[in-house]
Every structure is written in C-alpha cells, then in structure tokens.
C-alpha cells in the first residue's frame, strides 16, 4: 500500500517539477526584465535538483544525489555571475 | 663502436659549444673544438689496420628492421680516406679559425655549428644505410646555411646562405626521392646490398628516374652547371667556413656521392651523357668565370667549381682508371684549396679588403704567408713536382683515351687543355696581382703584417702536404689511395702508377701547352684584368643567379599571393560555413556511399517526463539560438537552461560521472562567458536594418545549412542508438576496470589507467590552450565603446561622490555585504568537496577533472566576492605553479613505472588503511590524477584570471589614455 502511495506520489511530484521548469523556460525566454531571465535559471536549477531527488529516489541508487549536491553546492555560482553582471556591468572587477 | 662514437663526438661537442660555454672567452670554445676534432682524428687514423686492403668495419642497430631503416654506419678504405680528409682539414680549420675569429663575434655559435657540420659530413661519409645518407646530407645543407648565414647582420650573407639553402635544400630532396627508387628497384636500403646489385639497377626500368634524382642531388652540392652559382655567393660565409665547407668537404659530398655508387650507377651511356655534360661545362665555365673574378675569394669559389667539375667529368668516363684520377684528385684539390683559401683569409684580415684591384705588391709585408700561397697556386695550375700536377695528368691521359664514342668524347682533350690553361691564368693572376707589382696605396689597414704562426701552421702543413705528395706519391699517399681505389672498384682495381715522370707523351705535351698558353693569356689579358669590372665579360649580367631569383619571386612572391586571394579568406563566416559544409558533405557522402537508410521514427516506451524535460531543453537552446545576435544577456540565460537539461538526460541515462562533470563545466562556462560579454561591443543602433537581397539569400542559406547539419547529426545518432550495443571494446573495459585497473568507475579508470597515454596527451593541450589564451588577452584591446565602465558602476560611483560622508565604492560593498561573507565561507566548503570528488574518484563519479573544476570554481567566488584586487590580496594563486607541478605529476607518474622495469604509464593500486576515513584506494592512478587535477585548476584559473584582469588593465590604460585625450 504504502508503495503505492510513494509511486503516485513520485510521478506527482515529478510532474509538478516538469510542469514548473517548463514555466521557468517560458520566463526566461519572454523575460521582460532581464532579472526575471536570471531568477528564472535559478528556479530552473533548483528544480532540476529536486527532479533529480526524486530519479533517486524511484530508481533507489545513492549514486544520483551526486548531481544533486553539485547543483545544490555550485548552481548558485552561475546566478550569483549574472547578478553582478547585472549590478556592475562586469562579472569581476 | 667507435664509429659510433666518431659520428656522435661532434654534435656532442656542438651542444657543449653551445650550452655549456655560455662565456665570452673566444679561446675556451676554440680548445674544445680542437679537443673534438683531434679526438676524432686519431679515432679515424686507428681504424686504419682494419680498413686496409678491401677489409670494412661495419656496426648495425636495429631501428625499424620492418622496413629496412636501420642505423648502419660502415667504413671501408675510401671512407676512411674521407673522414681523414674530414677530421683533419677540420682540426686545421679549427686552429686557423681560433686566430681568424674576431673578438666581437659570438665565437661558440661559430664552433658549435662547424663541429655539428663536422658530424653530419662523417655522418654521410659513414652512413650504410642510403636513407640514413640522405638524412646526414640535409643536415650538412642546414648546417651550411647556419655557417653562411653566421654574420646574420649582413645582407649578402643571409642572401647567400638562403640562396645555397634552396639550391642545396631541392638537390636533397631530390637525392632522398632518388634514393627510394634505387631501394625499391635493390629492395634494400642497405647500401652493401645496393652496391653489390649494379647489373640489377642498371637494367630495371626505374634506372633513369633513380640516376637523374640522384644525380640532380650530387650535382647541386658539388656546386656543377647549372647549380653552380651559389657557391660564389656562399663565399660571404667566414673565411674558414669556406675554406672548410666550399672548398674542401661539402661539395665534395656530391663527387663522394659520384664515386661512392660508381660502381652501382656507372658505366651506361646515360650516366657518360648527363654526368660528362655537367662536368665538362662545369670545367670549362668555372675555369673561364674564374679568370675574371676580382675578389680573392670569388676567383677561388670559381676555381673550385672548376675542379669539381673536372672530378665530375673524370667520374663520367666509367673507366677504372679515371675513378682513380677523382679520387686522387679530390684529395689533392682539398689540400691546395683549403690552404689557398686560408691565405685570402689572412690578406683580407690583414689588409681589409679581398679587392684584388687595390692589393699589390704584398709580398715585401706578407713574405711567408705570399711563399706559401705561390706553392699552393702553382699546385692548382698543375706544375710538376707538386700533388696538382699528378692527378691533372692522369686526367689529361684520360682524356685522350676514347671511352663512349661522340662528340663529347671528341672534344675532351681539347676542352681539358684550354680548362688547363684557364687555371694556369687564373693562378698566375692571383699571385702576381695579390704578392707583386707596387706598394699598395688604398688600403683599409695599410700596414699589413704577419699573422701569429699558428694562424699560418694549418697553411704550412697543407703546403708541405702538396709538396710531398708532389715528389714521392707512391710513398706517401699510395697505400692509403690504394685502399680506397680497392673498396671502391673492388677486382675491377686497374693496375696504375703515380710516378711522376712517364716518359714525353701526350698528357705532358698538354701539359706544357696549358702551362705556356695559359701564362700568354695571363700576359696579354693583364692589363683588361687589372681594372674591369667583377665577372666575366658576356656573362656577365646573364647568370643562373638572376633566373634563381626570378623563379623565386615569381613563386614564393606572385604565385603566392595570387593564391591567397583567390582561394584564402579573412572573413569569419565563408571560413564557418565552408567548415560546416565540408564536414556536412564529409558525413553524408560517406554514409551515403556504405548504404545508409535512416529509419522509421517509432514512439515507444517514452518516459513522459523524460521527453518533457527534452522539450524543455529543446525550447531553451532554440530560443539561445534565436537571441544570440541582440539579446546576449537571454542567450546565455537561455543557454544555462540548454545544459542543465543535457545533465539531467546523463543522470536519467545512468551516466552520474559525466553529469557531474557536466555541471561544474557549465557554471563555469557560464562564468567564462559572462566575462567575455562585457568586452563585446555594444548593438549599433544606427546600422541600417533595411536588408537587401543577396543578405537575405546569405542568411537563407546558412540557415539550410544550419538545418541540414543539425537533422544529419539527427539521424546519424538516432540511427546509431537505435542499433542494438555491438560486443566492442566496452566490455572488455567493464571486466578489466577492477582486476586490472584497481577502480570500479570504469570511465575514470580508463582516463587514467587503460588510456593514460591519451589523457596526458589532453592535458598537455589544456595547458597549452590555457597558456595561449593568457598570451592573447595581453595584448587584448576591446571596441572603443566597451573601454569605458560600465553604466551600472558609473551610476552607483557618482552616488558615492555626490555624498561626502560616503567614500567611493560604498555603495557596492553594501549591495554585496552578505553574499560576499557566504560566499568567502563557502571557500572551504567547496575545497573540502574537490577533494571528496578526487579521492573518491577511482571508485565512484568523480575524478581529477571534476575536482579540479570544482575547486577553479571555488576559486573563482573569491573574486566574485571581492574582486581582483581583495581576493589577490589574501589568496597567492599561481596557475602556472599548478599548471607545472600537474604536467611534471602526471609525466613523473608515468614514468615511475620504468623505474620498476614497466611501460611508461603502468599503474598499480591497493588499499590503505587510514586513520578516521577506512580504506582508501591508492593506485598509482591516483598520483597520475592528481597530476590531471592540478593541471584543470591551474588552466582554468588562469584563463578565467586573464580575461578578469582585463578591467584591472583597462582601468590603466584608460588612466593613461587620459592625459593623451586632454592635450588632443
């Protein structure tokens, strides 16, 4: 029972996270603002990440929380670029 | 052994020259050079005993015995004769050179290069394999070429060295081509087994494709019609250069050459026409250019080529008897020549000048050094009692002898008496000219002097050498001639006599007519000579050198150019699209060629979220696509969203490794960009949008071919995919990852164990892309527009300055006041994890690469966090360091093994047992990997800090432009 329950609730989950990475591409395709561009990468990695949780947690195997920790750890680096690309106009000054 | 060691001496004692003796003593190189040549020397004369009377001495290593290349070095009688000749006019030139070399001049260059010749020259003369001949031959015209060219800074010299590079350098080309034809007919390289099948050659229909290449190769180095002009123009090398090179053993190779496959190439109607009409013109012309040359080494340069072309045209006869005479004659001719070239070396450096008009009368100053160049001029015109006069009447005997009935045959004697003469002329003038007649007046150095003795010795034991050879031939050079004739002709060794007086016949009749007609030319000509200008008349502004530079003009000039704008570009986008439909035809043709038909599309077993997520990435890249050209900024944006998409399919695919390294990559490539972006130019606004037909068809057309790649690519993969996994060489990597490679992450454990040679190969390149990247942004100057700060920061800067309680740069140290603190605290976070990533590696996802990446990214956050200047402040990155200490790693690694007796690159693993961790893998692998690791932090790191300075740097150069922008 329980199993079932868990399997309803992954394709759930893993449609809900589908569903929201798809509305972040549309954000970062129309825009407008170029913040809204940025802010939607970040969402699209976030979720990335926890659509990757969940590939773990159906298939059982540790090994895919790898890609999940490195996203989690890294991904923020590429938007921390942008927005200060953003605010200064240069990534390093 | 010792042939080896013969060959090898001097290009050991050419890299001392130059590595060791970085001093200015001009006197150290000199005694090593001596200390080198005259080891060589005796090392030659004590094989002796076993080169006598036809025996050899004989060394092979094996190198690719697959394809007959061997290095086999041999001596035999005539060899040694040679190397003799070669080490011993060496050792004098060396001692000569001592005192002839200036003070200003960059002695051990000199040195290193004469003794690098040195050894190439043995290195033909001992050569038993032809192509391993061929090799040393090149060496000596590049050698040549670095000796002509020594005083770099004088046009003629570098023309001259050019000039002899060229004509030499196609003459070696031609020589190795010839070369392989005469191994293809033989069927051996080895020169024994070529010598031995002469009927084989002779009768093979390849034979005139193989004589011609050859003798196109000997014939240029010997200087002979029509390739002889550039040797008068390598006369602007140094004087013992050409004492050395020019007179004595490098053209001589080409003669040597002659004789050394006489007995395979010799004795055919084509060899007596093609050899005989070079070598007689050669005789006669260089003969008559000589008379009228006006520089000293000019009139000798030309003399050579005549006696080169009188050993050629001896060659030609196919007789027995006259191989004799060449060889005879080549020994004599370098002691003559050398010692007559080191005689107009001390004139021009006591007098300053080799202008024969303006030196007279020197014998009153020169009196020893005149004494010794009179002998050595009477040598060259052939008077009895001196070496010249023997081998010039052999010469003349065969001369009169009938050998192949013709014209050319016919007209020999004649030809040789009025060459003969010629060189009676030619040395009459420069002895009479240079030693007697008035005091000179117009000196450069007027009041020459004697040189130092030892500058005179190598002369006075040269002289003394035509002297004995002159009167008692058979006791001097006869044994030694002897054993070179015998490995040389083998049973076909004729009976001969070097006795001087023959009785009154006809050779000394012809003698005595060139010796008196050629002293009548000298006296009727005497006074035309003394003032006309260089060169003989008629010819003289008519010469192979002024076709030689046309021809090379019109090549290497016109054609050339022609070539580039017609068929070269320096647009970006035709080279693209020739690139993309090159590589578009490349794969259609080919699979269309093996029968490839693309199959049906199906549907089935979709995951649905797995093609949502495809869908995704999809709209993403189409959309990067679409903004690329105006909207940078969305494209990137959009570009991120493409890669992240990509990693996720390698985590749904079961390849956890590669989406690993896939990420970190893309934050990084990100980055990379992103710092790129700043120094493009801004979007033109006034550029005119209306687009014009041909700009319409030419984006319609890129956009086909866009298209058509991309749906190529398509179906390719598509079709590899669907094709059920062939039993390659993946499962051998599988089962062999843990018993022989120690890993269970079989990806790493081929990166750096099964192909470790390949990954080191990668880095190398990494380092080297790195490296250029650094080098091109040094110089980088961005789009006048993008020079200036960005608007954001002029903005944010003129709030702080309109502020007097805020000091400049407030503003975004308080935008950045928290990110920053979590961004310094994740420094350790982030390091602690590369090296999670590297030591797990071998087992599981992970690896160098990855942690090398993660740990550039760490960082790369400090400078985020604080910019150049705070994070250079507190963090001492050298990427070099790493970079270096990576490359010696991975290299140190790999030959570890050789120390315990493996492969370079044999790995071994075990597991430690470590405090608080467990076990830990450690394969020698993992020292390979750190290599790998250190390597990408320090390329990565010090491309990202290079285009990061530029704002530092630009910042300068805008401070600097400043002041320039005011006084405008």
Same mark, same amino acid.
């Given at each position: 029972m329980s199993h079932t329950i868990l399997s309803w609730a992954m394709v759930f989950a893993q449609i809900c996270l589908v569903l929201a990475m798809a509305l972040a591409a549309l954000r970062m395709a129309r825009g407008p603002r170029a913040q809204d561009r940025v802010l939607a990468l970040d969402t699209l990695y976030v979720n990335s990440m926890l659509l990757l949780m969940v590939f773990g947690i159906r298939t059982g195997k540790v090994i895919y929380f790898e890609a999940s920790l490195v996203i989690g750890m890294l991904g923020f680096v590429a938007t921390v670029a942008l927005a200060k690309f953003l605010m200064r106009g240069e990534v390093i000054e | 052994m010792i042939l080896v060691l013969l060959v090898c001496l001097p290009f050991v004692g050419s890299l001392a020259a130059v590595v060791l003796l970085r001093t200015d003593s001009r006197v150290l190189a000199a005694r090593m050079a001596g200390a080198v040549t005259f080891v060589a020397l005796v090392l030659t004369a004590v094989l002796y005993p076993s080169v006598r009377d036809g025996g050899k001495v004989r060394l092979d290593l094996e190198w690719l015995p697959q394809l007959g290349l061997n290095v086999t070095l041999r001596m035999d009688g005539f060899a040694w004769l040679f190397a003799m000749l070669v080490t011993g006019i060496g050792f004098l030139v060396v001692l000569y050179a001592r005192y002839y070399m200036s003070e200003e001049d960059p002695v051990p260059r000199f040195f290193s290069f004469l003794l690098a010749f040195m050894g190439s020259m043995l290195g033909i003369v001992l050569s038993g394999n032809i192509i391993l001949l061929s090799v040393f031959w090149e060496l000596t015209s590049i050698f040549s070429f670095l000796l002509i060219s020594?005083? #770099?800074?004088n046009a003629a010299a570098r023309d001259g060295a050019r000039m002899a590079l060229t004509i030499t350098g196609i003459g070696g080309f031609c020589l190795l081509a010839g070369l392989l034809v005469l191994g293809h007919i033989v069927g051996s390289y080895d020169l024994d087994v070529v010598l031995a099948s002469g009927d084989l050659i002779k009768a093979h229909p390849l034979y005139l494709t193989a004589l011609v290449l050859i003798l196109i190769g000997a014939l240029t180095k010997s200087a002979q019609v029509p390739f002889h002009f550039w040797l008068p123009n390598a006369m602007a090398a140094p004087t013992p250069v050409s004492a050395y090179? #020019?007179?004595?053993?490098m053209v001589k190779a080409g003669v040597f050459l002659l004789v050394r496959f006489w007995p395979a190439l010799s004795g055919t109607y084509e060899w007596f026409m093609l050899v005989g009409i070079a070598g007689i013109s050669t005789l006669i012309l260089g003969a008559y250019f000589a008379m009228f040359q006006q520089d000293l080494k000019g009139l000798l340069a030309y003399s050579t080529i005549s006696h080169l072309g009188l050993i050629t045209t001896l060659l030609s006869l196919g007789s027995p008897l006259a191989a004799v005479a060449a060889i005879f004659h080549m020994m004599n001719h370098a002691t003559f020549k050398a010692s007559l070239f080191m005689a107009a070396g001390i004139i021009d450096h006591e007098t300053g000048t080799r202008d024969m008009r303006r030196l007279s009368g020197l014998l009153k100053y020169l009196p020893i050094t005149g004494t010794l160049a009179m002998v050595a001029s009477a040598a060259m015109a052939g008077v009895p009692l001196l070496n010249g006069f023997i081998s010039k009447e052999m010469f003349f005997a065969e001369a009169v002898e009938t050998h192949a009935d013709s014209v050319l045959d016919r007209i020999l004697p004649y030809v040789a008496t009025l060459a003969g003469a010629f060189s009676v002329a030619y040395s009459l003038r420069f002895i009479h000219m240079v030693f007697f007649g008035p005091p000179p007046t117009d000196l450069p150095k007027p009041k020459p002097h004697e040189p130092p003795h030892w500058m005179r010795f190598p002369i006075e034991f040269l002289v003394l050498a035509c002297l004995v050879v002159g009167i008692i031939p058979s006791l001097s050079i006869g044994p030694f001639l002897h054993s070179a004739v015998i490995s040389v002709l083998g049973d076909r060794t004729p009976e001969y006599s070097l006795a001087i007086w023959h009785g009154i016949n006809t050779p000394l009749i012809m003698s005595l007519i060139a010796l008196v007609g050629g002293a009548a030319l000298y006296v009727v000509m005497k006074d035309y000579l003394a003032k006309c200008d260089n060169g003989p008349p008629l010819f003289r502004h008519l010469g192979g050198q002024r076709i030689f530079e046309r021809v090379l003009v019109t090549v290497s000039w016109k054609w050339a150019r022609w070539l580039e704008s017609n068929l070269g570009t320096r647009h970006l986008q035709p080279q693209l699209r020739l690139v993309a439909a090159a590589g578009f035809l490349a794969g259609a043709v080919s699979l269309y060629l093996a029968g490839f038909s693309p199959k049906p599309l199906a549907f089935k077993d979709v995951d649905p979220i797995f093609a949502a997520v495809w869908a995704i990435g999809a709209f993403c890249a189409l959309g990067a696509a679409y903004q690329a050209k105006y909207h940078r900024l969305a494209a990137l944006v959009l570009l991120g969203g493409a890669g992240i998409t990509t990693c996720i399919t390698f985590v749904w695919l079961s390849a956890p490794d590669l989406a690993i390294t896939q990420l970190v990559v893309e934050i990084v490539t990100t980055v990379l960009l992103l710092l790129g972006l700043r120094w493009l130019p801004k979007r033109s606004e006034k550029v005119d949008n209306s687009v014009s037909f041909s700009a319409r068809s030419r984006r319609f057309r890129d956009f086909l071919l866009a298209i058509s790649c991309g749906f190529g690519m398509f179906l390719f993969s598509y079709a590899i995919m669907t094709q059920p996994v062939p039993d390659a060489i993946a499962s051998y990597f599988l089962d062999k990852a843990y018993s022989e490679g120690g890993g269970r992450n079989v990806v790493n454990v081929i990166l750096v164990d099964f192909r470790g040679f390949d990954t080191m190969g990668e880095i190398a390149v990494l380092a080297i892309v790195a490296l250029t990247v650094f080098a091109l942004l040094r110089r980088f100057r961005p789009a006048p527009d993008s020079i200036e700060k960005p608007e954001q920061q002029r903005i944010q800067n003129a709030f702080d300055a309109e502020r007097p309680e805020r000091s400049a740069g407030d503003t975004v140290r308080d935008y950045l006041l928290v990110p920053s603190v979590i961004m310094q605290w994740m420094f350790p976070v982030i390091a602690t994890f590369a090296v999670y990533l590297f030591l797990r590696g071998h087992d599981l996802p992970g690896g160098g690469f990855a942690a090398g990446i993660t740990m550039a990214i760490a960082f790369l956050l400090q400078y985020l966090a604080g910019g150049v200047r705070w994070a250079e402040d507190r963090l001492r990155i050298l990427p070099l360091r790493w970079m270096g200490f990576g490359l010696i790693m991975a290299a140190a690694t790999g030959m570890g093994a050789w120390l315990l007796g493996y492969p370079f690159l044999t790995t071994h693993s075990q597991y430690i047992e470590v405090p608080f961790i467990g076990k830990v893998p450690a394969a020698s692998a993992l020292l390979f990997d750190l290599g790998v690791f250190s390597l990408v932090v320090g390329a990565t790191v010090l491309i990202l800090i290079a285009l990061a300075h530029q704002s530092v740097r630009m910042h300068r150069v805008r401070g600097l432009d400043a002041p320039k922008a005011e006084e405008n």
């Open positions: - | 020594y005083w #770099h800074n090179l #020019h007179s004595a053993t």
